[in-house]
């Protein structure tokens, strides 16, 4: 099996044990040093994302004597590529230019609004563009967003001209940053004006099959994602939401997966529901990020309980899912969110934490003397929180306690000035 993912991702590791447990041989790609050999030990072929036809060459070269049962992807960066690759393989997949779709915010908004589907109001403009002069198109609340980050990384809520002009700035230099510009991506000079959409927001897990769509789980998010920040913490599935909104909200994902033009694979939609309907705000292209697949765990009689990872893998070899079905038990994952920017030192209370009634377990994945960066410029989190309990409710609650336990210390970042 080809994954294609960064050499930082969380999920790596989670499909490597899917796969050992599956008895399936993992080759990677991923974007580690050319320059050095096998610097993380696992036989990666080096690629770059952002030179995607050089990559998928390098990619098929490799693979001429392994041939792969099929293609997985981590992350929104890979995922172009690992839709050319498994093209240009035969392999069943999504469709390239559906995933170029999926990833583009602006084209994907336009297909949604071609498809009937409602939309927030948009337009898009290059950063070095005086905000002053967009006043007057802007109508309040809005949200700005860059159009290259994902994870509510750079999006920022305002409802005034003042509060307009600081935050186009404050997304500007973060697409000035050197992290984004190394991203060497066309819409890193690119910000998304968008009108603000109220409403209750969940998730969507799902794989599509052929064109038809499996919804695997819907999550509820429990915190209210009001602004300014967008900083996604509470995961809860399976949804309290009534049957008839869990069906819109099915429906809308379909329909919005159809008009991108995505037919095979794994997709992951975020929506926001209220009285006007389901308003999609994105359906990629790939699993959901970050530890939080481990929220997930599936069933089917005769087999063992599986994680979303090896449900994949079987997905991916041609394998239908549509018998394996989520675990009766509700589950609950934290995203611990950085409370503030500056230096890590580390957590206190991680045992107690995991002592609470219902936690499975507390992974803290910032490193001691890591320098943080809170929302909106951040792209990470302190951990995750996993829980299982009989209702969504008590998950919930548990996820919540064991947090209250952590106590972070995060010291000043004291920047060095040469005189």
Known sequence: MLLLATTTGYQTRMFAAAAAAHGVEIVYATDRCDHL????????????????WRSVDVILQALASRPVAGVLVVGDRPSVMAAHVARLLNLPGHPPQAVVIARDKRLSRERLKAAGLPVPEFFAVPAAIDPETLVSRVSFPAVIKPTVLSASRGVIRVDDQLSFVTAFARVGRLLASSDVQDLHDPESNVIQIESYIPGTEYALEGVLEHGELQTLA??????PLEGPFFEESIYVTPSRADAGVQQQITEAVGRAASAIGLHHGPVHAECRVNERGVYILEVAARPIGGLCAGALRFVTPGEPLIG???LLLRHAMGESVSAWTREVDASAVMMVPIPRSGVFRGVAGVDEAKAVAGIDDVVITAKPDQHLIALPEGASYLGFIFAHAPTPAGAEQAVRTAHACLRVTIDPWLEIVRQ
Not at 218 to 223: A, C, L, N, S
Request: charged share 45%; glycine share 4%.
């Open 308 to 310: 979303l990872e090896q």
């Open 37 to 52: 050999d096998d610097p993380w030990r696992d036989g990666a072929i080096a690629v770059r994302f952002h030179e995607e």
């Open 218 to 223: 819907i999550f509820d998010k429990p915190d």
